[in-house]
């Protein structure tokens, strides 16, 4: 487990529709945990977690009209040669408890989704079935993630992500909310996170610095 960090309240009270003004303006927030940085932007507001001084990330050009996310001020946030994924829409969601509808998955510590939530987040935990599988773990800023994959995008049986998330969330207490970071361009993935309940509530972008006497 990691110690939740300060842009997590920001999270939770986005989840009961609770947002920063919308004012353009930016709170610099301490870095994350693992040398993990991030740029989070809700409705006229952003929000960035950096070892970067917070006149230093104002002074690039970030502001809460969709300037903390551009390339320009990525590229100095993770500095030359550091590590930025890729722009996310965040959601979230309310568990449903009940029974879980899906049960421990073995045999996926290589798959290539079981390894990424691994080197950004912690605690993971695989569940799946014949449709796919699904990662359950503390992400940015302590939250609970969740994020599937499909064994077979392709195959001609339509409602198979739909399903694997409305399972994947008996996996969750009930009312409790769990967050998914699904790429706006991911239009299948995005379709079937907002026809499940999913609700957008912002962007985010998640980088690694490399800066001088700091590894990657």
């Known amino acids: 487990m990691v ?7 920001y ?3 986005a989840a009961k529709g609770v947002f920063p003004p919308v004012d353009g303006e930016v709170t610099v927030l301490g870095p994350l945990a693992g040398g993990l940085e991030c740029s989070v932007a809700f409705t006229g507001h952003a929000v960035v977690a950096t070892a970067r001084p917070a ?3 104002r002074a690039h050009g970030a502001d809460g009209f969709g300037e903390s996310m551009s390339p320009d001020f990525l590229r100095h946030l993770a ?4 590590w930025i994924g890729c722009l996310d829409a965040t959601l979230v969601a309310p568990g449903s408890g009940g ?3 899906l049960g421990p998955l073995d045999g996926a510590d290589a798959h290539p989704r079981v390894q990424h939530a691994r080197e950004i987040r912690a605690g993971v935990e695989v569940y799946g079935d014949a449709r796919g599988l699904v990662t359950l773990a503390q992400g940015l800023a302590g939250r609970r993630e969740l994020s599937i994959e ?3 995008p392709d195959e001609p049986l339509p409602g198979r992500g739909r399903t694997l998330i409305a ?6 207490p009930e009312g409790e909310p769990v967050f998914a970071a699904v790429s706006p361009g991911n239009a299948r993935s995005l379709r079937a996170f907002l026809a ?6 912002g962007s985010e972008v998640l980088l690694r610095p490399r800066r001088p006497g700091r590894p990657v």
Not at 3 to 9: A, D, I, R, Y
Not at 167 to 172: G, H, R, S
């Open 3 to 9: 110690e939740s960090h300060p842009l997590l309240g």
């Open 11 to 13: 999270f939770l009270d």
């Open 55 to 57: 006149d230093e990330v």
């Open 79 to 82: 500095g030359p040669g550091g």
């Open 99 to 101: 029974p879980a509808q």
């Open 150 to 152: 499909l064994h077979d």
């Open 167 to 172: 399972d994947a969330l008996t996996l969750v």
């Open 196 to 201: 499940c309940g999913f609700t957008p509530v």
